[in-house]
Nanobody
Framework: QVQLVESGGGLVQPGGSLRLSCAAS????????MAWYRQAPGKQRELVAL???????VYADSVKDRFTISRDNAKNTVYLQMNNLKPEDTAVYYC???????WGQGTQVTVSS
């Protein structure tokens, strides 16, 4: 099994920045993909950014040029740097890893003045 622990969420004003971290432990040897998803109230969970071991990265159109996903394999950690945050970025952000598939517990990000 893989365990994922997220940190870094909080309340920020529009235009501000936050950095989320997700540390993986357990059966991490075969992890290829690490990603961030988010779920706003009343909406489905959606992909924010994805990082594959080979280096390929995918971003949702809504966060391109504002968010950056990065990965530190030595620390088994994936990061999400979020800049120029908007109220519509408010959601619970979840870390995901596979294989095997695992989800973090989620961290709340609230963008409000």
């Amino acid at each position: 099994q893989v365990q994922l622990v997220e940190s870094g969420g909080g309340l920020v004003q529009p235009g501000g920045s936050l950095r989320l971290s997700c540390a993986a432990s357990g059966s991490i040897l075969y992890i290829e993909t690490m990603a961030w998803y988010r779920q706003a109230p009343g909406k489905q969970r959606e992909l924010v950014a994805l990082h594959r071991s080979g280096g390929s990265i995918v971003y949702a159109d809504s966060v391109k040029d504002r968010f950056t996903i990065s990965r530190d394999n030595a620390k088994n950690t994936v990061y999400l740097q979020m800049n120029n945050l908007k109220p519509e970025d408010t959601a619970v952000y979840y870390c995901f890893a596979a294989p095997p598939s695992a989800w973090g517990q989620g961290t709340q990000v609230t963008v409000s003045s």
